[in-house]
C-alpha cells in the first residue's frame, strides 16, 4: 500500500464516521437529547528529560454554546517517548459534568464527580504529508453518588472501566511540513467503550469527531478552532418511556497547545 492510498483510507475513514456521527442515532427507539455546545481547551506536554514529559490539560466546557456549564476536566500525567514512533503514559483526571440539557446526567441540580486514572500507549505515523497518531486509553474511573438526603455530600464511590480509541491527524496546507507562521487542518475522532460489571446501558459510551483549522505560531504554540460532533449514551434509561438516551451535541473546540521545556 503506497502511502497515497493510506492517505485516501483515512480520509474515507473520517468521512464514513462523520456521516455515521450525524445520522445514526436518528432511529424512533431512542430518545435524543441535542446541545449546542462550546469547548475551550487547553493543552501541554512539557519535556523534562531525553524521554520524560509532563502532561498538562484543562477543558471548560459549555453548553447553549458558551452559555451554562457543561464539564470541566482537569488532568495531569507523564509520558515515556519508548520510540520515535511509540510514546506510553498514565494520568490522574478530576472530573465535574453539571446539569444540563433535557435529560440531565447530573441528578437535582447538583454536580457529579468523578476521580480517573488511566493508561495511553501512542503510536506515531506519516502517510505521505499527513501525519497520523493512534491512540489507546484504559481508564479507571470512580463516580461519586450523593446522598438522598443531602445530594451535594459524597456518600459513595462507583467503580467502572472505559477503553478508548482515538484517531488524529494533521495536513499541512503550505508545503510538505507545518512551520512556524503556517495554518494546517487537524482532525481526529476517538470512540469510547465501557466494560466491567458496574457498566450499565452505555457499553457503547460516546463518540467523538471533530475537524477544523489551526496555526501554528512556532513549534511550541498553536491554536486550533474545529467543528465538533459528540455522541454520548446515557448510563440509565429514561424513566417514562424507558428508552436508551443519547445526547447529539454539535458546536465548535477552541484549543491551545502550548509546551514547556524544563530540560535546558
Known amino acids: 500500500m503506497t502511502r497515497i492510498q493510506f492517505s485516501l483510507i483515512t480520509f474515507r475513514y473520517f468521512l464514513f464516521l462523520l456521516l455515521f456521527s450525524t445520522t445514526g442515532f436518528s432511529q424512533q427507539n431512542r430518545v435524543i437529547d441535542r446541545n449546542a455546545i462550546g469547548w475551550f481547551t487547553y493543552n501541554g506536554d512539557h519535556k523534562l528529560n531525553k524521554r520524560w514529559e509532563l502532561h498538562t490539560e484543562y477543558q471548560w466546557r459549555r453548553v447553549e454554546l458558551i452559555q451554562s456549564w457543561q464539564q470541566s476536566l482537569a488532568r495531569l500525567g507523564l509520558a515515556f517517548t519508548l520510540t520515535d514512533q511509540v510514546k506510553l503514559g498514565g494520568g490522574y483526571t478530576f472530573f465535574t459534568t453539571y446539569p444540563y440539557g433535557d435529560y440531565p446526567v447530573a441528578d437535582a441540580g447538583v454536580p457529579t464527580i468523578e476521580n480517573r486514572t488511566q493508561q495511553d500507549i501512542q503510536f506515531s505515523a506519516t502517510a505521505g504529508i499527513v501525519k497520523l497518531s493512534h491512540r489507546f486509553r484504559l481508564e479507571q474511573r470512580w463516580l461519586g453518588s450523593g446522598a438522598d438526603s443531602n445530594p451535594r455530600h459524597i456518600e459513595g ?93 454539535n458546536g465548535f473546540r477552541l484549543n491551545v497547545k502550548y509546551d514547556l521545556d524544563f530540560s535546558k
Do not use: M
Request: negative net charge; hydrophobic residues 35%.
Open 157 to 249: 464511590w462507583e467503580y467502572q472501566n472505559r477503553a478508548r480509541y482515538q484517531i488524529a491527524g494533521t495536513i499541512p496546507l503550505q508545503g510538505a511540513t507545518i512551520d512556524d507562521g503556517e495554518w494546517y487542518v487537524n482532525f481526529f475522532d476517538e470512540l469510547f467503550i465501557g466494560f466491567g460489571r458496574n457498566v450499565e446501558q452505555n457499553v457503547f459510551n460516546q463518540n467523538r469527531i471533530s475537524g477544523g483549522l489551526g496555526y501554528q505560531f512556532r513549534e511550541s504554540f498553536s491554536i486550533e478552532l474545529n467543528y465538533l460532533n459528540q455522541i454520548s449514551q446515557h448510563p440509565e434509561l429514561e424513566p417514562i418511556t424507558r428508552k436508551p438516551v443519547f445526547e447529539i451535541n
